[in-house]
């Protein structure tokens, strides 16, 4: 069984609509809960970081943790065409522990 | 300021023959890692340096492998030799020494594999 586990998409949605993403996790060991986005040819880039259970809110992105289900989310609201990429979830054990887990990822296409 | 760099942004090779990729962190970043993602896979934890010291090489598929940090700034990571399932992307990321934790990862734009 894989440490993490995402929806594998890919995705593809109307511009305005909410994109919903998913990651479940098996190792309760996981305290620190990431969301990285990946454009074609580059690198992730950092999207949101949460501890422990909770929700986090930022600007059109809100990222959800229940740590009693091992399930983590991430919404996008007002999608636009450029958020269409690939979102990874990554999750560590430690703080100052950047050695992550990884999903396998989500590819998400936001159509005008 | 420059991000993580990376070099070849791809390399086709054969199969036994030597790979070697370079990255160069962001400067001032002590903590450098190595991924790797191979075709239809998560993205895996190879190893991790602070400064020229390996921390953690618990990712490292076998002794193929040989990552190295000399002087602790740029890295390289050669495959030797390189076989076909070593075929995938070379991502190298650096991440500041800070007391709280962030999260965040710089990845480069990673070093593609093809080994044939």
């Known amino acids: 069984?894989?440490?993490?586990?995402?929806?594998?998409?890919?995705?593809?949605?109307?511009?305005?609509?909410?994109?919903?993403?998913?990651?479940?996790?098996?190792?309760?060991?996981?305290?620190?809960?990431?969301?990285y986005r990946q454009y074609s040819r580059k690198g992730p880039?950092?999207?949101?970081?949460?501890?422990?259970?909770?929700n986090k809110e930022d600007g059109r992105f809100t990222a959800q943790v229940d740590k009693s289900s091992k399930y983590?989310?991430?919404?996008?609201?007002?999608?636009?065409p450029s958020d269409s990429a690939t979102y990874l979830c990554a999750m560590s054990r430690r703080s100052n522990d950047y050695k992550l887990s990884f999903g396998a990822g989500t590819t998400v296409t936001v159509r005008a | 300021e420059a991000g993580v760099t990376q070099f070849p942004s791809h390399s086709v090779i054969e199969k036994g023959q030597t790979v070697t990729l370079r990255c160069d962190p962001i400067s001032g970043h002590d903590n450098l890692y190595w991924y790797r993602r191979v075709m239809g896979k998560?993205?895996?934890?190879?190893?991790?340096?602070?400064?020229?010291?390996?921390?953690?090489?618990?990712?490292?598929p076998n002794n193929r492998f040989l990552a190295e940090r000399t002087g602790g700034t740029y890295s390289t990571l050669k495959v030797q030799p390189a076989e076909l399932e070593d075929s995938g992307v070379y991502f190298c990321a650096s991440s500041q020494d800070k007391n709280s934790f962030t999260g965040e990862l710089f990845f480069g734009e990673g070093s593609r594999l093809t080994v044939l």
């Open chain 1, 1 to 35: 069984q894989k440490e993490v586990e995402q929806d594998p998409g890919p995705l593809s949605v109307p511009e305005g609509a909410i994109v919903s993403l998913n990651c479940t996790y098996s190792n309760s060991a996981f305290q620190y809960f990431m969301w």
């Open chain 1, 45 to 54: 880039e950092l999207l949101m970081y949460t501890y422990s259970s909770g």
């Open chain 1, 72 to 80: 983590i989310s991430l919404f996008i609201r007002d999608s636009q």
């Open chain 2, 42 to 60: 998560e993205i895996k934890f190879l190893l991790h340096f602070v400064k020229e010291s390996k921390q953690d090489e618990s990712g490292m």
